[in-house]
């Protein structure tokens, strides 16, 4: 029983501690969890909502890493297999003084890309209230694409409101060409659509927001907002009834790690849609967390409790 899911590929992170080293020099490294869907999950879970989070896993130490990481996060793991044949990815990222980190991925083969989809067949919906897709997921293997697919037709079927955040990885793809087909049919199933600028860019040809915006709502099967992420500008709002506004961003002292930002974003405006506050309260939450990550080296280590998200919306003085 949760009010919240998500389907993806946990990781096991090694970031480096040595600012400005490239990944061949750098010697120290911590290591935490990390993967853009487990990141929303952990930013809803400590916002206090219930979760379930739904991979596969190797038993391997990274997989016993992971189960315990998301026990101590208060994730549920209800719906995650586990197996002797295939070993769970992990990753490197190097710490940059600015800019955005290199990032290099162990993930193919991995027991996420062996996904068995019939595990989907034990989802209890009945209290779900959420669910957020990524195109990370379905980027990894066809079997992921698979089960990606049949679980957002058991979302239909259930009519559970869905965010779908294209999280573009142009290395998990075989060709450019079919991501974009591929993520913009899988972004039309989503009620609420989540693109960066930039990915609208390489998704649709376009930067300028509403016209990314119109892009997705005019071929959304059931897509009612499209929200575009403007980075430290904010966020610009277009519903299907042509209501448009722009929800502008926090500004921060420094960005130790912009890594989980836009995960952080989704996290925010779930919780806040969960409980009922408006789109643009719901906005405003997105992108206190998103400037709040920002902040951390993890990717989800900035995430708010209920309490420090109550500190930050009053030290940025916003009325709720």
Same mark, same amino acid.
């Given at each position: 029983?949760?009010?919240?899911? %998500?389907?993806?590929?946990?990781?096991?992170?090694?970031?480096?501690?040595?600012?400005?080293?490239?990944?061949?020099?750098?010697?120290?490294?911590?290591?935490?969890?990390?993967?853009?869907? $487990?990141?929303?999950?952990?930013?809803?879970?400590?916002?206090?909502?219930?979760?379930?989070?739904?991979?596969?896993?190797?038993?391997?130490?990274?997989?016993?890493?992971?189960?315990?990481?998301?026990?101590?996060?208060?994730?549920?793991?209800?719906?995650?297999?586990?197996?002797?044949?295939?070993?769970? &990815?992990?990753?490197?990222?190097?710490?940059?003084?600015?800019?955005?980190?290199?990032?290099?991925?162990?993930?193919? @083969?991995?027991?996420?890309?062996?996904?068995?989809?019939?595990?989907?067949?034990?989802?209890?919906?009945?209290?779900?209230?959420?669910?957020?897709?990524?195109?990370?997921?379905?980027?990894?293997?066809?079997?992921?694409?698979? @089960?990606?697919?049949?679980?957002?037709?058991?979302?239909?079927?259930?009519? %559970?409101?869905?965010?779908?955040?294209?999280?573009?990885?142009?290395?998990?793809? /075989?060709?450019?060409?079919?991501?974009?087909?591929?993520?913009? /049919?899988?972004?039309?199933?989503?009620?609420?659509?989540?693109?960066?600028?930039?990915?609208?860019?390489?998704?649709? @040809?376009?930067?300028?927001?509403?016209?990314?915006?119109?892009?997705?709502?005019?071929?959304?099967? $059931?897509?009612?907002?499209?929200?575009?992420?403007?980075?430290? /500008?904010? &966020?610009?709002?277009?519903?299907?009834?042509?209501?448009?506004?722009?929800?502008? @961003?926090?500004?921060?002292?420094?960005?130790?790690?912009?890594?989980?930002?836009?995960?952080?974003?989704?996290?925010?405006?779930?919780?806040?849609?969960?409980?009922?506050?408006?789109?643009?309260?719901?906005?405003?939450?997105?992108?206190?967390?998103?400037?709040?990550?920002?902040?951390?080296?993890?990717?989800?280590?900035?995430?708010?409790?209920?309490?420090?998200?109550?500190?930050?919306?009053?030290?940025?003085?916003?009325?709720?």
């Amino acid at each position: 029983m949760s009010e919240f899911l %998500t389907i993806g590929e946990p990781i096991a992170l090694f970031g480096s501690e040595e600012v400005d080293k490239s990944l061949k020099d750098a010697s120290h490294f911590q290591k935490f969890l990390a993967g853009a869907e $487990v990141n929303v999950t952990v930013g809803v879970s400590r916002l206090g909502h219930t979760t379930q989070y739904i991979t596969k896993l190797g038993e391997d130490p990274f997989g016993e890493f992971i189960i315990d990481q998301l026990n101590k996060n208060k994730i549920g793991t209800d719906y995650i297999d586990e197996t002797k044949d295939y070993w769970t &990815a992990f990753q490197l990222k190097d710490r940059v003084s600015t800019g955005d980190p290199n990032i290099f991925y162990f993930r193919k @083969g991995s027991a996420a890309a062996h996904f068995d989809k019939t595990i989907l067949d034990r989802i209890d919906f009945s209290d779900v209230k959420f669910a957020h897709l990524s195109g990370i997921f379905p980027a990894i293997s066809k079997e992921a694409l698979e @089960g990606f697919r049949y679980l957002v037709q058991l979302l239909k079927e259930h009519q %559970t409101r869905t965010t779908f955040d294209p999280n573009l990885r142009p290395q998990l793809w /075989e060709s450019q060409a079919i991501m974009v087909e591929t993520i913009n /049919e899988l972004a039309s199933h989503a009620e609420i659509i989540l693109p960066g600028i930039n990915e609208g860019e390489i998704l649709m @040809g376009s930067r300028d927001p509403e016209t990314i915006a119109d892009f997705y709502l005019q071929n959304g099967e $059931v897509t009612q907002t499209v929200i575009v992420k403007l980075g430290e /500008e904010g &966020a610009f709002v277009k519903q299907k009834n042509g209501k448009s506004f722009t929800v502008p @961003g926090f500004k921060v002292k420094e960005v130790v790690d912009t890594v989980g930002a836009g995960d952080g974003f989704a996290a925010g405006l779930i919780t806040a849609l969960i409980e009922d506050k408006t789109l643009k309260e719901a906005v405003i939450r997105a992108n206190a967390i998103g400037a709040l990550a920002v902040q951390s080296p993890g990717d989800n280590d900035g995430y708010p409790t209920p309490a420090e998200l109550e500190t930050f919306l009053n030290e940025h003085k916003v009325v709720k």
